[in-house]
C-alpha cells in the first residue's frame, strides 16, 4: 500500500490529475490518496499558496503528484516553495521522440536534469535605490550533488553515455564557474562517460539543429527550465514532457507544463505528460514493471494516431485519451 499525496492545483492541473487517478485506480497495485490544495484558487480561499497542511501531507506520504498552479500575483510560486520543503534536490526531464507525432527528429531520447533548489529562482528579488536585483545563488556542493545524479543515470542508461554541462561562465564567470568546475570535479568519478559542456546560448541552438546528439544534459535551474520547454517543443509539446524532482527522502512528480488558462476548463488537455509523470513515480516505488508497461501503452495509443488530443492533431478529450492508454494496459 503507497500513501499517494494528490495535489492537483489550478486549471488544466485538474484535468490532468484526473486522468492519473482514473489510471492509478485501474492498476493492481493500492494506493491510499491524501488531497492537498495549492495554487491561486487555493490563495482566494485560504490566503496562501502553499498550506502547512498540504506541505505536512506531502511529506507524510510516499510520493506527491502535483498538476499545475497558477501564478498568483504578489506569492512566491507554490511549486519552487514544494520542492525546496521536501528538498528535492534534482528535477528530471526526460525528452523522446515518439513515432506519430510531428519531432524535429525521430531519433531524439535524452534527460535534463536541472538543479532545483538555487540558481536564480532562490526567489530573493529585492530593490535597491534605482536598481532591481534578483539572487542567483550558486554553490559547489549543490552543483557536485546535482552533477553526481546527472553521472548516475548517464551510467545506468543504455544510450551514449554522455553528460552535457549547460551553463554561461564567460559572463556569469563566479557562479558558473563554480557550476562547471563542480561538473568537472565530479567528472573524475566516471571516467567512462564521456563530458562536453556548452554555453546556454548555443546550447538552444544545438538542441534544435542536433538533438539526438545528447543523453544526459544537467544545468543550473532557470536555463533547465528554459531548455525543458524547448526541448519539449521539439517533440510535439508540452502535451508530452513529464517530470522528477527527487530527494534523500521525497519524490515529487508533476508535468513540465504549467495550468494552462488558453485551454482549461475545455477537458482538451494531453494526459500524457501527468501519466508519463505517474509512470516515473511507480519506478520511484519500485514499480518499474508497471511503469514501463504505461510507458509502452502511451507509445502504442500515439503510434496509432487514432485517439489524440488537440494539440497532437486529434479532437480526442482528455479521458478519452486516458482511456485509450489504459485500456492498453488490461
Ligand atoms: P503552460 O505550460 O501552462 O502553457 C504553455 C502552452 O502549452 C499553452 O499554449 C498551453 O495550452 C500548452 N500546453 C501546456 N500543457 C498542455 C497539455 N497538457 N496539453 C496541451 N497543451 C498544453 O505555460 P504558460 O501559459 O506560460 O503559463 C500558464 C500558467 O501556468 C501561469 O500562471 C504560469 O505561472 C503557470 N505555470 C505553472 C507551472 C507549474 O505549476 N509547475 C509551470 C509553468 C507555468
Ligand atoms: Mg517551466
Redesign the pocket.
Known amino acids: 500500500m503507497y500513501d499517494i499525496a494528490i495535489i492537483s ?5 485538474k484535468e ?1 490529475m484526473e486522468a492519473s487517478e482514473y489510471l492509478l485506480d485501474k492498476l493492481d497495485i493500492n494506493f491510499s490518496f491524501k488531497y492537498g490544495e495549492a ?2 484558487e487555493c490563495f482566494k480561499k485560504n490566503g496562501t499558496t502553499l498550506p502547512e497542511e498540504t506541505i505536512k501531507i506531502a511529506k507524510s506520504s510516499h510520493a506527491t503528484l ?6 498568483t500575483p504578489g506569492q512566491s ?3 519552487i516553495n514544494l520542492r525546496k520543503e521536501l528538498e528535492v534536490y534534482a528535477n528530471l526531464r526526460p525528452i523522446k521522440s515518439y513515432k506519430g507525432v510531428n519531432s524535429i527528429k525521430n531519433d531524439i531520447d535524452f534527460i535534463i536534469v536541472r538543479e532545483n533548489t538555487e540558481g536564480l529562482y532562490s526567489q530573493n528579488e529585492y530593490i535597491d535605490d534605482d536598481k532591481v536585483i534578483a539572487e542567483r545563488v550558486i554553490t559547489q556542493k549543490a552543483s557536485e550533488k546535482i552533477s553526481d545524479i546527472a553521472f548516475k543515470l548517464a551510467k545506468n542508461r543504455d544510450k551514449q553515455k554522455k553528460v552535457t554541462c549547460v551553463h554561461k561562465s564567460n559572463v556569469l564567470k563566479k557562479t558558473d564557474g563554480v557550476f562547471k568546475e563542480s561538473f568537472y570535479n565530479v567528472a573524475k568519478k566516471y571516467p567512462q562517460i564521456t563530458t562536453e559542456d556548452f554555453y546556454v546560448d548555443a546550447m538552444a541552438m544545438y538542441l534544435v539543429l542536433n538533438p539526438q546528439n545528447f543523453d544526459v544534459i544537467v544545468s543550473s535551474n532557470l536555463f533547465g527550465d528554459i531548455l525543458s ?1 524547448e526541448s519539449a517543443g521539439l517533440v510535439g ?3 508530452l514532457a513529464p517530470s522528477g524532482n527527487i530527494g534523500n527522502k521525497h519524490g515529487l512528480f ?10 482549461a476548463g475545455k477537458n ?7 501519466i508519463l509523470s505517474t509512470a516515473m513515480m511507480l519506478n520511484y516505488l519500485g514499480e518499474s514493471e508497471t511503469a514501463l508497461k504505461i510507458n509502452k501503452a502511451v507509445e502504442k495509443v500515439i503510434s496509432e494516431c487514432k485517439i489524440l ?3 497532437l492533431g486529434g479532437n480526442a478529450k ?1 479521458m478519452e485519451m486516458t482511456k485509450a492508454i489504459v485500456n492498453e494496459l488490461i
Not at 9 to 13: E, K
Not at 66 to 71: I, L, R
Request: charged share 10%; net charge negative.
Open positions: 492545483g489550478d486549471g488544466i492541473g490532468v495554487g491561486f502535483f498538476g499545475a498552479s497558477t501564478s510560486s507554490p511549486i520547454d509539446g508540452l502535451g508533476e508535468p513540465v507544463h504549467g495550468s494552462a488558462p488558453d485551454i482538451i488537455a494531453n494526459p500524457v505528460s501527468m488530443t488537440p494539440d482528455t
